[in-house]
């Protein structure tokens, strides 16, 4: 498993500001070494330039505080450590706690919490000295309580930095795990859409390949007609296949519609997904109710006979209706190769005038699979397939052998589709 590692945000804009405060704290720091005793209190007595290299130390590192954290802040303590003992100022250290501020921001915890510690020495050990034991401006308990608001200050500072840290660092993971099942889900559709294509071809094409390799010196009349429908069936997973890959490879000329992993497509429209060519497969719109009388016929080379039967009150959105194409194409894949030939089959499509959409697909199991070659065609994913992609919807999906024999699959898609639903893995593969 991949780590996530949290890499610090520090922009032009960012270092603009830190450049400010420094010059607005500098300024300060000079503006109050340059200040007589007037209120009694001690106050700096000795050169001008040495209150000016204080005041450059406590403001002037700042400015690179987010590039290089642990030299500003060793020199920010260092000059606000002078400055208390200079009788400077005696300030709750707010220079230094910035500094320590970004180092609990950009350095790793377990360093950020041994330069705290010391911080916090340091700071103290200065405040003290300066305050009872070089010029000592009031009792001993004055100057605890001056180091306990210097704690206060520069901790709180630290643990403000920790914590937006640790904020930033859960986000990048939330945006790499929302990445990641993005990723996931993408490829997921990828997976049902090649599927769907690969696999109802490929079953029509080894069955009829097989009833040629079977007939091919007693019947060469059957044998032509079979290799017909092979090349037929070839040239329609050709033309689906391209339409695919076009989507993929983000054609602008290939319709799409979110969340159906398709463009968009009308009930009634009069143009079908199957027509022959590259150009044609990224232009035709993708299959849907009015691209199941094509696919019944498809099914039917395979020797499987079929009623197909539409009752729809409303129009479906184009993502509904390719997801019953879908639905029933993979169905009949099913019925192709575990039936046999003279399987009857009955597909119902039933659409209400809310648009909840009742799909059923019924065998009889009476084909002879044996005798058609379909015993050595396994199974795969095909009712995950399905199952995912009527959740997809905020469907149901039940499919299983009838008590009479054969097989049934009943999906219920609601009208109004709830997308992101997560498909249950554990629907045995078909």
Known sequence: ?????????????????????????????????????????????????????????????LAIRRLWPLPALAVVLGATAAATLLDI?????????????????????????????????VSAAAVITGEAVLTPSGPWPEALGTAALVWLVVGGAW????????????????ERRLAEEA????????????????SH??????????????????RPEETRDAIGAIERTGREALTEMRRALGMLRGDPATPHTPGAGAGPHASGAGAGPHTSGAGSARMAPPPGLDDLPSLVRRAEQAGIRIRLRTRLAADLPAGTALTVYRIVQEALTNVVKHAGDGTHCEVTVT?????????????DGAGRAAAS???????????????????????????????????????SLPAEPTHGTAPDRREPTA
């Open 1 to 61: 498993m991949r780590i996530v590692r949290w890499r610090p945000r520090t922009g032009p804009h960012l270092l603009a500001v830190d450049a400010c405060v420094a010059g607005v704290v500098t300024a300060a720091y000079v503006a109050l070494a340059g200040q007589g005793g007037s209120d009694g209190l001690p106050r700096f007595s000795g050169p001008v330039w040495a209150g000016w290299l204080v005041a450059a130390g406590v403001g002037a590192p």
């Open 89 to 121: 100022t005696r300030d709750p250290y707010l220079s230094t706690a910035l500094a320590l501020y970004a180092v609990a921001l950009l350095i790793p915890p377990r360093r950020a919490v041994v330069t705290l510690a010391l911080t916090l020495a």
């Open 159 to 174: 643990a403000a930095g920790r914590a937006v840290r640790q904020r930033r660092a859960r986000a990048v993971r939330r």
């Open 183 to 198: 990723l996931a889900e993408e490829r997921l559709r990828i997976a049902r859409e090649l599927h769907d294509i690969v």
């Open 201 to 218: 071809s490929l079953s029509v094409i080894v069955v009829k390949a097989s009833v040629a390799n079977h007939v091919a010196e007693e």
């Open 351 to 363: 659409a209400d005038t809310r648009g909840q959409v009742q799909i059923e697909v019924v065998d």
């Open 373 to 411: 070659g379909r015993g050595d065609l396994r199974g795969g994913h095909g009712l995950v397939g399905m199952r995912e992609r009527a959740m997809m919807y905020g469907g149901t999906l039940q499919a299983g052998p009838r008590p009479g024999g054969g097989f049934a699959v009943s999906a």
